[in-house]
Nanobody, 124 residues
Framework: QVQLVESGGGLVQAGGSLRLSCAASGRTFSNYGMAWFRQAPGKEREFVGVCWSGGITYYGDSVKGRFTISRDNGKNTINLQMNSLKPEDTAVYYC??????????????????WGQGTQVTVSS
């Protein structure tokens, strides 16, 4: 059974930092892009960033330069280091995995495995 389990969410003041982690199990993810998405109340799920096993990463425009994704292929984990947090970063953050190519990495439907989400709240 494939599972993605996020951890590390919480409440932080604007300008602060948080680190999210996602532990994947149940299969080999070496061919999978592992990504972070987020969803704020009343909004669509938004692409945050993706990392492939070779270390290539892409980020959404709203987080570029502030967030960093790292991946440990041996442990099947992916982390999201979030710095300079803003109130607009408040959302439920989801870890996802999928076999994605080209620009499809931004598309929610391309990811077949999802975690349950972890809440991040940034106060002003």
């Amino acid at each position: 059974q494939v599972q993605l389990v996020e951890s590390g969410g919480g409440l932080v003041q604007a300008g602060g930092s948080l680190r999210l982690s996602c532990a994947a199990s149940g299969r080999t993810f070496s061919n999978y892009g592992m990504a972070w998405f987020r969803q704020a109340p009343g909004k669509e799920r938004e692409f945050v960033g993706v990392c492939w096993s070779g270390g290539i990463t892409y980020y959404g425009d709203s987080v570029k330069g502030r967030f960093t994704i790292s991946r440990d292929n041996g442990k099947n984990t992916i982390n999201l280091q979030m710095n300079s947090l803003k109130p607009e970063d408040t959302a439920v953050y989801y870890c996802a995995a999928g076999i994605v190519y080209g620009w499809a990495y931004r598309e929610v439907l391309k990811y077949v495995y999802w975690g349950q989400g972890t809440q991040v709240t940034v106060s002003s």
